[in-house]
């Protein structure tokens, strides 16, 4: 492997952090002018005019705007009506999310492990987990590639099988010319600081099922009752969106396709500087279903004889001024889960091996060119 000769002033970069959201004056302009007005609780046009557009984008019937993703996921799980003893599957690496989701309802998890260059699940793995009692797959699209919910749809049709697309780190990322998010029967985003659009904290739902819509809209607030506002129905949560929230998701969702080309323009740039490095797997630029979104810039270590684990580059990079982040610690090694019938000892040697090795180095959208080479650099020179 060749490295770089090029040395980069150490000085000149004395803190790049993983990511950070770019908020632009227009953004701030709706803000303002939505403060000003007054309406700054869920009760307010900004609101509904978010949900509108995001309908639009996506192109599904309805959407409805959320707290935060995790609520989104909690929502739609609940939506569903599930009767205890059920099953979903949910990945094995993944955001811890999707598996609190289930487990609030009650409901059984099965696992499935994700591919050692991909880190979706693999729908023929999928296939083989499905039994009687599986109502729904929470297909998660994971970091760079989007899993092939495509695939999965018809095997979910044949066993009357619910699709929930978690769509939270690919918004505006395109599955065979169709945007992740609306192949599933629901949808949900995420709009947290470090995704494509941001909302500080917030989510959405999309659907084109009214009956889940209307569940959906109950279970967000604190299900009102429709004759006695104060009878309410059922037992919902307040996971409502608020209206400066929604009012800075209109702003960033109207520059969704140059936040997103801005991404694999980053991503592109740190795949060439990289690539001819042997000793770690960055996935490439695009594949024949996708291009590569690149909402993290994710890189996995290869070479276990130089003894470096994803915690040591971390160690060693910061020493430079670079952070960074580890990945996911995979569902069946969760601390949490411990006193959970979820199955611990099966055979998850990809999750295993990925949450070790693998780490995510900075991408902010107005990341400098010359930062990425520095940053480049540094990768290169320890896993020489």
């Not at 790049?16 to 700054?40: A, H």
């Not at 109207?254 to 770690?280: C, D």
């Not at 693998?358 to 080479?373: C, F, H, M, V």
Request: hydrophobic share 35%; glycine share 6%; net charge positive.
């Amino acid at each position: 492997m060749k490295l770089m000769k090029k040395k980069y002033d150490l000085k000149k970069f004395k803190f790049i952090p993983v990511n950070k959201p770019l908020i632009t004056k227009e953004d701030i302009k709706y803000i303002n002018n939505c403060i000003s007005k007054g309406w700054i609780s869920s009760e307010g046009p900004e609101v509904k005019k978010f949900e509108s557009n995001f309908s639009k984008f996506i192109g599904n019937k309805y959407s409805i705007a959320v707290s935060s993703g995790t609520a989104a996921l909690e929502i739609a799980v609940k939506s569903l009506n599930l009767k205890k003893g059920d099953e979903i599957i949910i990945p094995n690496f993944t955001i811890i999310s999707n598996a609190i989701a289930v487990l609030k309802e009650n409901l059984k998890i099965k696992l499935v492990d994700c591919q050692i260059k991909d880190w979706n699940m693999d729908v023929s793995e999928i296939k083989k987990k499905i039994t009687k009692k599986t109502k729904a797959i929470i297909a998660t699209h994971i970091y760079n590639f989007p899993m092939r919910v495509d695939l999965l749809k018809n095997i979910c049709k044949k066993n009357k099988i619910i699709i929930i697309e978690d769509a939270a780190e690919s918004i505006g990322q395109k599955l065979n010319g169709q945007l992740c998010g609306s192949f599933g029967d629901i949808g949900m985003f995420s709009f947290y600081a470090n995704k494509q659009i941001t909302t500080g904290e917030g989510g959405m739902l999309s659907t084109n099922n009214k009956k889940f819509y209307e569940a959906a809209k109950d279970l967000r607030n604190l299900c009102f009752g429709k004759k006695n506002r104060f009878n309410h129905e059922g037992i919902g949560w307040n996971y409502r969106m608020t209206n400066i929230q929604a009012s800075l998701g209109v702003s960033q969702l109207k520059r969704i396709s140059s936040i997103v080309q801005k991404r694999q323009v980053v991503g592109k740039k740190y795949f060439n500087e990289l690539k001819n490095n042997t000793n770690i797997y960055m996935p490439e630029t695009s594949r024949s279903y996708a291009k590569n979104i690149y909402w993290v810039i994710a890189i996995v270590i290869m070479n276990k004889n130089l003894r470096i684990d994803a915690k040591i580059l971390a160690k060693k990079l910061m020493s430079y001024g670079i952070q960074t982040r580890p990945f996911f610690w995979p569902m069946h090694k969760q601390n949490a889960f411990k006193k959970y019938k979820i199955d611990r000892k099966g055979n998850y040697k990809n999750s295993e091996y990925i949450s070790k090795y693998g780490l995510y180095l900075p991408s902010s959208l107005d990341i400098k060119t010359s930062q990425i080479k520095f940053i480049s650099n540094k990768v290169n020179l320890i896993l020489k």
